[in-house]
């Protein structure tokens, strides 16, 4: 029997259903959870699309790329904190914390007299982020059957839905008839009292939820905070360096490489970046597969945008699209699917990423119309939908119950890393070719046929992230 096998639910003695998410049991957790995701993606996806024009009315495009990658710099730190704080107090706590942190980054930045403060409130912004993130997924792993677990990823997953229909567009139109800072003072409002509410809800929840701090000689070990920190400063050190070609930006880059060297193993089980067996692979595979995705959501509509010439509002149906075809992708691994082991669709869905990767490269051409490079967002995203819960799955089965957080804080940093190195790397192997004398097409083509390589490798190493279950019957998948 394989731990794959395990996620099925089991046999009811009695004959009666087994309880789903929406069940007595399940159905507050569900929807608390499914709220906070849902005012998570809005707000994201909301601002994101408003941050050129802020920095641009703060005279601070040139640290665009550091108000960007801020944001992903911080939520190392938040994933590390949140995470450990999570297996010594459970869940509530830091979610608790991280929706609150959230309200008071939007009002940060949405009074930002410099691009200095802007960056600041994206900082904090990323912090509140990692720590719900990591909080969320360590409260699913605490409070529902395994059985249970691939479902409710799906559903956080379609709580993105909506917000990923609405949200780009209405900050748009609210950032052209007012400010954009109207959009962040008005997210600050819709998220004050869902999270003020959130927190009375966690507080009065019932005794053995599964969020309930573990007992004192079991809870982890306090974050390693000043490696955490280490690894953001690194990550936002190397986010600016990429952002320029020179001297000065070189030394920024050298600097963040040596400080992810140095921390990043600290943070991460021991064989992750050899892909030992069991949860290293897991989360190995988590960074590689995030890594592609956030530099073809970067740089496949730059590209469209900047020599292609296709029309901002066209890319934006992309995104869309992106998200909508990522839910339901989540929703069959969980619903359709759940019978067939969780590494096996892992190979699937990193096989999917690689089909959208050749659709990216064949777009770069000029002779090609630009919709096959537009196809590469929506494919890559089906591919994230289904292996990206599993992935989750197993990396949970991997995990001791008291240490839900700490393997969901390793999860979430090696992610944001993935980010940061693969959007990085690709970025330096750009803007070499273009130092070379390349033409920015064959500059991009060169750069998307780069990410086979990760995307490849997921679908060779997914088999190693399985877990045996040995027994009398025991048997491989």
């Not at 004959?15 to 069940?23: C, E």
């Not at 998570?40 to 408003?50: D, E, Y």
């Not at 892909?275 to 959501?297: D, H, M, Q």
């Not at 490079?373 to 599993?390: H, R, T």
């Amino acid at each position: 029997m394989t731990a794959e096998q395990a996620l099925r639910p089991p046999p009811s003695d009695s004959g009666d259903t087994l309880p789903g998410i929406f069940s007595r049991p399940y159905a507050a957790a569900t929807l608390t959870f499914a709220t906070v995701m849902f005012l998570t993606g809005f707000a994201a996806l909301a601002v994101v699309p408003t941050l050129p024009t802020a920095a641009e009315d703060l005279d601070g495009v040139s640290l665009f790329p550091l108000v960007a990658g801020s944001f992903v710099a911080a939520s190392l730190l938040g994933g590390v904190l949140g995470g450990h704080w999570a297996d010594r107090s459970g869940a509530r706590r830091p979610l608790a914390l991280g929706m609150i942190l959230s309200v008071v980054t939007l009002l940060m930045s949405a009074s930002s007299g410099s691009i200095w403060q802007l960056v600041i409130g994206r900082f904090v912004d990323g912090l509140a982020a990692g720590m719900v993130a990591v909080s969320v997924t360590t409260a699913i792993g605490q409070s529902y059957p395994e059985y249970l677990r691939p479902r409710m990823l799906a559903m956080m997953s379609a709580s993105w839905i909506i917000p990923s229909l609405v949200g780009p567009p209405v900050a748009g139109v609210v950032a052209e008839v007012w400010s954009w800072r109207t959009v962040f003072y008005g997210l600050a409002v819709l998220t004050a009292l869902p999270a003020i509410a959130l927190v009375a809800v966690l507080r009065k929840a019932p005794e053995g939820d599964g969020s309930q701090a573990p007992p004192v000689e079991e809870r982890a070990s306090r974050p390693p905070l000043v490696v955490a920190g280490m690894l953001s400063l690194g990550a936002a050190l190397g986010q600016y360096g990429v952002s320029g070609w020179d001297a000065r930006h070189l030394l920024f880059v050298v600097a963040g490489v040596v400080l992810l060297v140095v921390f990043a193993p600290r943070l991460l089980p021991q064989g992750t970046w050899r892909s030992a067996r069991g949860l290293p692979t897991a989360v190995l595979l988590r960074g590689l597969t995030s890594g592609t995705y956030f530099t073809v959501e970067a740089l496949v509509p730059l590209m469209l945008i900047t020599e292609r010439r296709v029309a901002a509002v066209t890319v934006g149906v992309a995104f869309t699209a992106s998200a909508v075809l990522w839910a339901v992708a989540s929703w069959a691994q969980g619903k359709l699917l759940q019978d067939v082991a969780r590494h096996r669709l892992v190979t699937v869905g990193a096989l999917i990423m690689a089909a959208s990767v050749v659709f990216a490269v064949v777009g770069s051409f000029s002779g090609v119309s630009p919709l096959f490079a537009m196809a590469a967002m929506p494919l890559a995203a089906v591919g994230m939908g289904m292996l990206d819960p599993c992935v989750t799955v197993l990396s949970l089965s991997h995990s001791a119950p008291d240490r839900l957080g700490h393997t969901t804080s390793a999860m979430q940093t090696n992610m944001n890393l993935g980010q940061v190195v693969v959007l990085a790397f690709a970025t330096a192997v750009l803007n070499a070719g273009l130092a070379a004398g390349t033409s920015r097409l064959g500059g991009y083509a060169i750069t998307f046929s780069l990410l086979l390589v990760p995307t490849l490798l997921v679908a060779v190493l997914a088999v190693r992230a399985r877990k045996e279950v040995l027994g009398p019957h025991s048997a491989t998948d």
